[in-house]
């Protein structure tokens, strides 16, 4: 861990596990805000392909425009032997955890917009109005 990173971010605790590192739960004193923080082991690219993919996403997340569903990058650093993404932080919660927040229910037109996005981010066929019209 760089020393720019240990001044800027206190580690907390460790919330994932990958293939190439680990995701931890990071705090910023001065923004008084958590993190996730996104380490990649750069010893554990198995070829040319992966350090592609390695250079690649931090970039394709820094062009994205803002947006409730997808992940953005607060800050990066790079050394020769990691990448360290440092992204804002995820709640997490599960369908179940949405519906029992409802009070014991979700209005049709949730549903649907819940089922329809499960399914097109399932690889499914896109729904069309006429599949989830009743």
Request: charge should be neutral; glycine fraction near 6%; hydrophobic fraction near 35%.
């Amino acid at each position: 861990m760089s020393e720019t990173l240990k001044n800027k971010y206190q580690v907390c605790e460790e919330i994932g596990r990958g293939r190439f590192g680990v995701i931890s739960q990071f705090l910023s004193p001065a923004k008084n805000s958590f993190f996730a923080c996104k380490t990649i082991d750069k010893s554990l690219l198995a070829d040319q392909a992966d350090r592609d993919c390695l250079e690649k996403e931090p970039k394709v997340m820094l062009f994205l425009p803002p947006h409730p569903n997808i992940l953005q990058i607060h800050d990066a650093f790079d050394s020769d032997d990691s990448l360290t993404l440092i992204l804002y932080l995820c709640e997490p919660y599960t369908l179940y955890d949405k519906v029992i927040k409802s009070n014991g229910g979700l209005p049709e037109r949730s549903q649907t917009r819940l089922i329809q996005m499960i399914l097109r981010r399932g690889g499914g066929s896109e729904v069309t109005r006429a599949e989830h019209h009743r």
